[in-house]
């Protein structure tokens, strides 16, 4: 038994016995029909009995299904950056994060295009709460993160999640994905939660738990969708915070999210890699100033590096234009554009309540705030 067994990925003399599980799961079925509609169910099942590792799985299965996924519901993705980083190399990739399972598979598939070390990524375990999705992500190179827990249970569980990262970057060299903050970015404001920086340092030994990040490549990622295809569904989430009252989730609205993000219109995508923080680092690291003022400090470096390399769309100017009651921003959109995207906020909305419209704008508009704060600096 590894003390990691609770969170970690399927090992690939595992993988072929989880595929044998869920083989007959409508859900695989349906998976596999969408990714492979001129495949027959025999031919499918017969390649997925003869998969025997995580990557093939990834690469034979994954990969046309997400190529699958992009020509039906976007109009392309965009990248750039993947030049800077080295072939055998693992990173510490740190993304902003706005879809529950596209953001890390398509880095993961620009990864795999560019001969780069794929990732193992963090979930939610609130996501994987059925035994299929369970299965798959961990199929998919995913380890879990425990959600819901306060005092001694988190602290015990941030220390496990700190210590399966530490052991994939430094002994496996697997590079390793996690978002900026716990959970999605709802109001379109990029935010690096400190704590999470403070949960990365936590299995390192001695007393500079800083030195933890002088000696792994940390690499903050940007990624942006023309439209978001939860937008709506955030929604709820925001109006409850601006009213400070307590926002309770649906039964099935993980689940609902994640199908809307996976087949939910996005328009175009793009995919940013920001640089290696090496300099950054140890810049900080040189500091005397104490543990926590460094994290915010790294904080704030990973924030200007994501809002500088996110990829702005027409969708973005127009929500600032249309919250500040100008046209400001007019030469970076098309008038037909902004009628396709004020065409969506009234399919989108039910009602006229201007906390409505303004909530869903600032979700698109945040991106535009942010980037012009990097160029006041």
């Excluded at 190179?141 to 530490?166: D, H, K, P, T, W």
Aim: net charge neutral; aromatic share 10%; with cysteine.
């Amino acid at each position: 038994m590894s003390k990691f067994d609770s969170i970690r990925p399927f090992y690939d003399a595992e993988a072929n016995q989880a595929i044998r599980q869920i083989i007959d799961d409508p859900m695989l079925e349906a998976m596999m029909s969408f990714s492979f509609p001129n495949d027959s169910k025999k031919h499918w099942k017969e390649r997925l009995i003869h998969t025997h590792s995580l990557r093939d799985f990834q690469i034979n299965f994954i990969y046309p299904g997400l190529m699958r996924v992009l020509e039906k519901s976007s109009d392309g993705l965009s990248t750039g950056g993947f030049e800077k980083l080295e072939p055998n190399t693992a990173y510490l990739f740190v993304s902003n994060h706005r879809d529950i399972i596209l953001d890390t598979s398509l880095l993961n598939a620009c990864l795999y295009e560019n001969g780069l070390v794929m990732t193992t990524s963090a979930i939610g375990d609130n996501l994987i709460q059925k035994p299929f999705l369970h299965t798959l992500s961990r199929l998919n190179r995913n380890f879990a993160i425990r959600r819901g827990l306060s005092g001694r249970a988190l602290l015990e569980s941030s220390q496990l999640v700190s210590a399966y990262i530490r052991k994939s970057l430094v002994q496996e060299n697997r590079s390793v994905w996690t978002a900026q903050r716990e959970g999605r970015t709802k109001d379109g404001n990029d935010i690096t939660h400190r704590g999470v920086l403070k949960m990365l340092t936590l299995a390192e030994e001695g007393n500079n738990p800083f030195g933890f990040f002088e000696k792994i490549k940390l690499v903050p990622i940007s990624i942006s969708y023309e439209y978001d295809p939860t937008d709506i569904l955030k929604l709820p989430e925001l109006l409850a915070k601006s009213r400070q009252e307590k926002y309770v989730k649906g039964e099935n609205e993980d689940f609902l999210n994640l199908l809307r993000g996976i087949m939910g219109t996005k328009k175009r995508i793009h995919i940013e890699v920001n640089g290696i923080l090496d300099q950054e680092i140890r810049q900080i690291a040189q500091d005397e100033s104490n543990q926590s003022e460094k994290l915010s400090q790294l904080a704030e470096v990973i924030d200007h590096s994501i809002w500088k390399g996110y990829k702005l769309w027409p969708s973005n100017f127009i929500a600032y234009d249309l919250l500040e009651g100008n046209e400001a921003h007019h030469s970076h959109y098309t008038e037909s554009e902004k009628q396709a995207f004020q065409k969506r906020i009234q399919e989108k909305l039910n009602s006229e309540s201007p906390e409505e419209l303004q909530n869903f704008l600032s979700m698109y508009a945040f991106p535009v705030i942010n980037k012009q704060k990097v160029k006041l600096n």
